[in-house]
């Protein structure tokens, strides 16, 4: 129990656990993405554009967890780079579908595997079946928040 009664109890709580979990994982792939030149927020831009090629930037924020703002600053970044690139005109309707180049590709092939040696690192200490109940469980979480907050 806390220290007053009311509040959450750090050292029990599941959510207070998943934020320092978070928190954690982004340390680890900020410090293997770094020598890479890259940031977590880029990483997690190519990777979407390379699983989901022509994302429009609300896409992209939405994936990456950050505001159409920031992403956009992102994305220009990554364009002038040239590491991604955007028709100056919309095909269709106002979206600029964005795109990996050939050198976007390459780097994030070399910040996959940074990123994948953190995670086999993360569950190095779980067995077959308690990364699966893990995954199960994180999934659930997640549905039970986003249920929750369709109807509110």
Do not use: H, I, W
Not at 48 to 75: I, K, Y
Not at 128 to 141: H, I, N, V, Y
């Amino acid at each position: 129990m806390s220290q007053d009664g009311d509040g959450v109890d750090l050292e029990t709580s599941v959510g207070y656990l998943l934020k320092e979990a978070s928190s954690a994982l982004r340390g680890a792939m900020e410090s293997v993405l770094r020598p890479l030149g890259m940031t977590v927020t880029q990483y997690s831009c190519l990777e979407l554009l390379a699983q989901r090629p022509g994302l429009s930037n609300s896409e992209l924020a939405r994936g990456a967890f950050v505001t159409r703002q920031s992403m956009n600053v992102l994305v220009q970044a990554l364009e002038r780079d040239g590491y991604v690139t955007r028709p100056t005109q919309a095909p269709v309707g106002k979206v600029l579908p964005t795109a990996l180049t050939p050198l976007g590709r390459r780097s994030l092939d070399k910040a996959t595997a940074a990123v994948r040696s953190v995670e086999v690192r993360m569950l190095a200490g779980l067995s077959q079946d308690e990364r699966s109940q893990a995954f199960t469980t994180l999934r659930s979480m997640v549905q039970s928040l986003r249920d929750v907050g369709d109807d509110g």
